[in-house]
Every structure is written in C-alpha cells, then in structure tokens.
C-alpha cells in the first residue's frame, strides 16, 4: 500500500494482516529467481481459486522457467476438499485452501509438509506465516500450508443504480425489500451476512452469529432461526454466486445492483472503469487468508518450489495483484501493484473499516457438516 493512503485510526495495511492472521500487461520475471527454478523446467498442476493466477503470471513464470502451468480453477473451499477427498490426495502438486479450514483437513491425511528450507517464508507477513505454522502443523510432522493471498467479503453495487445510506453499505441492503430482485450473495456466507446485519440492528443480541461456532446446539439453534428468515427474505436475491466470474456477470450483466461479494471481482471491473464500488460494510468485512498446501499425490517436486519462489518474490506478488485485485502476504508487494490498487485499497477499507474486520473462525468438522444441512434447506426453499 502506498504510503500516502493512509488508514483510519492508526491501522495500516502490515497491521490488518496481523489480525487476519492471528484470528494484466505482461510480467517481467525478476532477476531473484534462481537458477534451480530456471532450469527446472516440466510441469506442475495447480488446484487454485478461479481468478487467483492471470495470464500474465502463467505466461511469464513458464516463459522464463520452462515450467508449463496446469491449472484447474474452483470456487469453493469444498471444491478443493471433495476433489481431494475423491482422488485421496492425487492428480495435484499445490491446492489453496484457506487457513481457517485446518480442522477439516487434519483428520484426512492428504496433505503432506512442506520442506521449508526450500521457501523463503521470511518475506512474507510474520503473523501468517507463523499461523502456517501451528495452525497446519498437525500431528508436529511439519508446516503444510503457508499463505498465498488475503481478502475480504464485503459489499459491491452497482454506482449507477444504487447508493448506500450512509458511508459504508450494510450487509442487510443484500436482502432489504427496496432492492428486491436485484441482489446476490454465496449460499452459506449472505446467510451469515444477514445474522450480522440483525445484529447490527438491534434486532439481534450482538455476538449471535459468532456464538454458533460455539457448540453444535448452539449453531442448530442460531442456524434454525437464521434460515427462517432468509427463507422469508429469499425472493429479494437474484441469484447466488459460487465463484468470481459470477459475481463479475451478476453486476454487469444480471441486473444486480447490490451484493455481498469478494473483494477482488469487484475490484477488477472498478479498476477496468465499470460503475462498479466495493467497501467493508458498516457490519465488518469478513477476512481470510488463502494458502498453498502440498497434496500427499504431488509428483513435480522441483517445479513446486519453483513456482512459490516466484509467488513470494514482490514484484511477480505486485503485479498479480495488480490484476485480481485481491490481497498479497508479500513484504513490499503493494509497492509493485500501483497507484491505481493503493486508491482501491482506501476506497474498500475507508475509516476504522480495517479496525472492523471480522477474521473467519477455524471451522470444526461438525459445524461446516450442520451448516450445510442449513444452507441446502434455504436453497431448496
């Protein structure tokens, strides 16, 4: 981030990665990458959430390593884990789980650690690196995840057709009856989202939504009530998104004019001149920090560590988020990114809007499985 933009309350941008962690033009390969990497050559099969890894960067990396990239895209977290599960660990070489998922993976055994003396993990933010560290360590074999990108679930509209109440939008504007027909979310998360927005508005006691990752009556309980009334409001969203490009369609093509979305399609047609805003909602943003994990069934070896020594280098990190428009972990990468995401950031994250952010807890087993259970119900109704 540049350092002009500064931040509301003293929070900058080294800082909101802490507390995350503890709770394009063509590319120019820099001159870091070693020798190891440039001749290593081959390939290397990538399970990576659908926008994270532009042409530009596939291009360059194999352009300047020999190293063809195949890449599969997902969309969701249990994407990543079915496919896993499916092939018990085989047919990838590095997959992107997000950091708060390690309860589900520790009991399954499909993947293995890393060898950490092949990654340069010290340029990366501390506090990720070290959540890598004990949060993936399991059974004390090794660290098997270590941070890739970082972002937020807020609120994206449409400049044109809508304008929020105040400063910052609110998750409740996905479901209010004035946007009715004209609004999206992803199944389990606007869910959440409007928990939080009942809170925010005094209908609900605060701290409800969070208590639900308590014990698995508490989440039947807040769960029960919560499906209610989305069920009640359901008619008011247009449709439900499970990756970037839905949510890109939904508010050029689809007639949305408000929804709960990642940061970083929003960010990518804002940055490409649409009438297209995204900001942490008045509610919080919801935080997560996206990760490379070594599947038990990885074959390349060698291109592996190839391929995070260019993720890790800052001006490769700076420019492939100059083109999605998400968050890098990379010391010094938003030096790379430009002006043009530095005034993104600021717009995203005005005020104490980095001060509000609201990390996703660690999801046991049995809570992801309950959820579930609730979220097909609002979908089926």
Known sequence: MASKNRMGKGVSRRSVLKGVAAGGAALAMPAIISRSALASSGEIDIMMWSDYLPDSFREAFTKKTGIKINFTGIGSNDDILNKMKATNGQGFDLITPTMNRSPLWEPLGLVQPFDMKKIAIDKVNPAMAKAGETNWNFGGKGQMWIPHIWGTEGVAWRTDKFTPKGEFPSYGDVWDDANAGKTMGRGHSVMLGAGLALEHAGTWAPGTMWSAYETPEK???VWTKLTEYCISKKKNLKLLWNDADTQKNGLLNEGVIVGQTWDGPP?????????VMYRAPVEGAMAWVDGLALPIGAKNIDQIYAFI?????????GEAIKTH???SPVTGAEKFAGEVYAKNFGDAYPGDALAKLNPWPPEKPWYAEKRAEFVDK???A
């Open 219 to 221: 989440l039947t309980e």
């Open 267 to 275: 960010l990518a047609l804002k940055t490409a001149g649409e009438p």
């Open 309 to 317: 020594e260019a993720c890790y280098d800052p001006e490769m990190a």
């Open 325 to 327: 428009g998400y968050n």
């Open 378 to 380: 609002f979908k089926s």
